[in-house]
């Protein structure tokens, strides 16, 4: 395959059995049943509406798959489990590969449903396959503002509207109830977003996680920087003119 890679840190998991559609919808944050027609990206959240898991479902032979960052997939498996009670799933984790490209996609492959910008994915085999270079990564997820799991995504810390996922296309609000769906509607619908992933311009030196204050006050923190430019969870009220990270000065973009 022209342009392939395999990514390292993700993992596939297989969510089989008859009632895998119906648990899954009442548990994420996009429409399973739209799996049939493509990938959707979503979310799995914690009873009080605060991120867990990000995953890209897509359909496999008599199941559904989970791409997940491969660190949090154990993780996942273990609370899926735990919601299973009687529904007829099983929920393994597979050896397949991650493989990731951005020009002339393989048959069986998919574009990223997150933005068309990051590519086409597939599962299989990478034996043979270069590594996805983690820089040039970082790179294009910071220019499309794209959050990653345990960097911009924190679980049982993040709420999925202040980082992106209504513009990522993770989640539907028309779908019925799931887990953590009460907050994510008010969040929605009868409050105005406060705090945010935004894209920033980093002139300097500061490293992620770096605290970003306005004239000394708290004003967010520094995520993944790349090239000058970078990924910061802001205060709105905060995010103005010339804000600082070390020694370096961050700007809103």
Same mark, same amino acid.
């Given at each position: ?83 299973? *009670? @009687?529904?007829?799933? !099983? %929920?393994? +984790? &597979?050896?397949?590969?991650? =493989? ?6 393989? #048959? ?31 790179? *294009? @997820?910071?220019?499309? !503002? %794209?959050? +990653? &799991?345990?960097?911009?995504? =924190? ?6 509207? #202040? ?91």
């Amino acid at each position: 395959m022209t342009n392939s890679f395999y990514n390292p840190d993700r993992a596939v998991l297989r969510i089989a059995g008859a009632d895998r559609v119906s648990f899954l919808e009442g548990l994420v944050s996009n429409s399973v049943a739209r799996v049939e027609q493509g990938p959707v990206y979503a979310a799995m959240l914690s009873p009080q509406g605060k991120y867990l898991f990000d995953f890209i479902m897509s359909s496999g032979k008599d199941s559904i798959l989970l791409d997940i960052r491969k660190n949090r997939a154990a993780t996942l498996a273990q609370r899926l489990t735990m919601y299973r *009670l @009687r529904a007829d799933v !099983e %929920i393994t +984790e &597979t050896d397949l590969a991650v =493989l990731q490209g951005f020009e002339a996609a393989p #048959e069986d492959a998919f574009t990223d449903p997150r933005n068309d910008a990051l590519g086409w994915r597939m599962y299989g085999d990478g034996s043979g396959l270069p590594e996805l270079d983690s820089a040039a990564w970082d790179a *294009l @997820r910071v220019a499309h !503002e %794209i959050p +990653e &799991t345990g960097v911009e995504l =924190l679980p049982d810390d993040s709420y999925i509207l #202040e980082t992106g996922f209504e513009r990522l296309n993770g989640v539907d609000f028309r779908k019925g109830c799931y887990v953590g769906q009460e907050v994510t509607a008010r969040m929605k619908h009868k409050t105005e977003l406060k705090k945010g992933l935004v894209s920033v311009s980093v002139d300097g030196e500061a490293e992620a996680g770096t605290a970003i204050t306005t004239d000394g006050k708290p004003a967010g923190t520094l995520h993944t920087v790349s090239g000058g430019q970078g990924l910061a969870y802001l205060r709105f009220d905060r995010a103005k003119g010339d804000m600082q990270a070390e020694g370096a000065v961050i700007r809103r973009n």
